[in-house]
């Protein structure tokens, strides 16, 4: 029983007993009255009655406010059980979202456009090229190519991103045996290997490129061992959809050098095969670096051997002869020369090192005995031999003059930079390697005349100034020509300049301010300084002659 039913069964007792006294009272009031016992323990049966009725309503409270607990503690059971549940349902989803994720992530390259196909990945790389090199949905051989860079003579340099092989990369990222990773990597090399050659079929002489490109997921890519050779002997290069972007813009400047009419043997640029099978060298494309480098290390060889051999040793000038041949090996053998193919104010970098840099330093260094000192003596009576023909025939006499020197640099300067002579020296290695030849010697000549012994009178000084802002004049008549300019003069280097940020015309006109500024404050530097040189050399001159017994006059004649 409980405690509400106690105090139910106490409180009618206590009633009933309450109900005999007031019987028992009125029973006897008529006849005595009550006595002082009976009216007491009435008052105390009240009081205990009021007792009861209180602790019964309590009861009644606490029953109600236990049952209210039972209830809500009953709904936060119900509630805890759905939040289990749909925990459960949340992890289950979250399951399947990371395998999700992880079967896109085997074919991504990763990146800001997660969930994309590859394909789109790629094209969202490519889209940060410059307008008009990007070219999609072409058509060779009947077929349709996704992309392809455009080269400046229209041709296209093919690339492929299709992958349709998830099943084969995913049973790669699966694998956790050895043997069988081995043989799904097989698998998955067979696929690519096929790829490559469909994508071999995009290649027309025509219409693209000798070489194309296929694009593949990283996890594919990072298990090829034989598919490599094989796309290459078909023409095909495979790179990674990470790397796509630089390797891209590698073949494309590559190509755009070496490849200007349908394959790599136009343009004098043949392609043999080497001793090695696989192995492929470009003749006409090395042999100008060749050239280069074989000529600065045959002239500071024999240079080295002269000066140990001469008696008159003169610190300065070997100095002077060092930076100049690595002024040359900046202008011809460095990364330079690579951005001259695509920046037209590259090339001309490249002229100014020769002309302003290059030249006054060998001239100055006075290389020409030291180094036939230091060639066998059959090639120093050869020397010899040509030396006292042009000598003869009045050549050297006549090149000697100021007049004739910067004719003969002006016709070689404005002659290489007519855009017909410049495109053909651009596209064949011979005419180039001719080209900056013949700008560093014609520059040597005007130096040499200018820095000659002659200027120690005030006539020569006069004639040696006046060669040296003839030409800072020509030179900056020129570059104001290509500054001025309203429109792009030079087409040979096609998208190069955009590659860079620049449009044809702004790649220009940074070439004409180069050639214009920087040599003319050389040549005004040089002059001036042969003034105040033979103004030296002729008061000198002036306080030796009395003590001679010579007049200053004879002197000066």
Same mark, same amino acid.
């Given at each position: 029983m409980t405690d509400l039913g106690y105090a139910i069964v106490g409180a009618a007792a206590g009633l009933a007993v309450g109900a005999v006294l007031m019987a028992a009272r009125r029973g006897g009031s008529h006849g005595s009255q009550d006595p002082p016992g009976a009216t007491r323990l &009435?008052?105390?049966? &009240?009081?205990?009655? $009021?007792? /009861? @009725?209180?602790?019964?309503d309590a009861v009644g409270v606490r029953d109600t406010l236990a049952e209210r607990l039972h209830e809500e503690m009953a709904g936060a059971r119900r509630a805890l059980h759905e939040l289990s549940i749909r925990d459960q349902e949340r992890r289950e989803k979250d399951r399947e979202a990371w395998s999700v994720v992880r079967r896109l992530s085997t074919v991504l390259a990763g990146g800001s456009a997660q969930g994309r196909a590859g394909e789109n990945v790629l094209r969202q790389h490519l889209a940060q090229l410059p307008p008009g090199i990007l070219?999609?949905?072409?058509? =060779?051989?009947?077929?349709?190519v996704e992309f392809g860079l455009l080269l400046p003579d229209g041709r296209r340099l093919p690339v492929d991103s299709k992958w349709s092989a998830l099943a084969e990369l995913e049973a790669l990222e699966a694998a956790e045996d050895p043997g069988e990773l081995d043989v799904r990597a097989r698998d998955v090399e067979r696929v690519v290997a096929h790829r490559a050659r469909e994508v071999a079929q995009y290649l027309d002489p025509a219409l693209t490129a000798p070489v194309a490109v296929a694009a593949v997921p990283d996890a594919a890519y990072q298990v090829l061992k034989r598919a490599h050779a094989d796309a290459f002997s078909r023409g095909v290069v495979i790179v990674p959809y990470s790397t796509a972007l630089p390797v891209l813009l590698f073949l494309y400047s590559l190509v755009a050098r070496f490849g200007d009419a349908g394959d790599v043997q136009a343009n004098g640029f043949q392609v043999v095969e080497d001793d090695r099978t696989g192995d492929t060298l470009t003749e006409s494309g090395a042999s100008y670096m060749g050239f280069a480098a074989s000529a600065l290390l045959a002239s500071a060889l024999a240079y080295a051997r002269g000066y140990r051999r001469v008696r008159r040793r003169s610190a300065v000038r070997a100095a002077a002869f060092a930076g100049g041949v690595l002024a040359v090996a900046a202008a011809l053998l460095t990364p330079l020369d690579g951005?001259?193919? $695509? #920046?037209?104010?590259?090339?001309m970098v490249q002229h100014l090192v020769l002309m302003v840099v290059a030249a006054p330093l060998l001239v100055v260094s006075r290389p020409v005995t030291t180094m036939l000192t230091? /060639?066998?003596?059959?090639? @120093?009576r050869t020397a010899a031999r040509v030396r006292a023909a042009v000598a003869a025939a009045g050549l050297a006499r006549a090149l000697r003059r100021p007049m004739v020197a910067w004719i003969v640099l002006t016709i070689t300067l404005w002659a290489w930079h007519t855009p017909s002579l410049y495109t053909v020296a651009l596209q064949h290695s011979a005419a180039h390697a001719l080209e900056h030849a013949s700008l560093l010697l014609a520059s040597a000549l005007a130096w040499s005349v200018a820095l000659s012994r002659g200027r120690a009178s005030a006539l020569g000084a006069l004639g040696c100034a006046l060669l040296l802002v003839a030409s800072a004049v020509q030179g900056g008549l020129l570059g104001a020509v290509l500054l001025f300019a309203g429109t792009a003069l030079y087409p040979v280097h096609g998208h190069g300049p955009a590659l860079w940020g620049l449009t044809p015309l702004e790649d220009q006109q940074l070439a004409g %301010?180069?050639?214009? +500024?920087?040599?003319? =404050?050389?040549? #005004?530097?040089?002059? %001036?300084?042969?003034? +105040?040189g033979s103004f030296r050399a002729m008061d000198r001159a002036t306080d030796v002659a009395p003590r001679d017994g010579r007049t200053q006059t004879g002197v000066v004649a």
């Open positions: &009435e008052a105390r049966l &009240e009081v205990q009655a $009021a007792d /009861l @009725r209180r602790l019964a070219v999609t949905d072409f058509k =060779v051989n009947g077929k349709v951005a001259a193919d $695509a #920046l037209f104010s590259a090339h230091g /060639l066998p003596a059959w090639a @120093r %301010a180069l050639m214009w +500024i920087p040599p003319s =404050v050389v040549y #005004l530097g040089a002059a %001036a300084g042969v003034f +105040i």
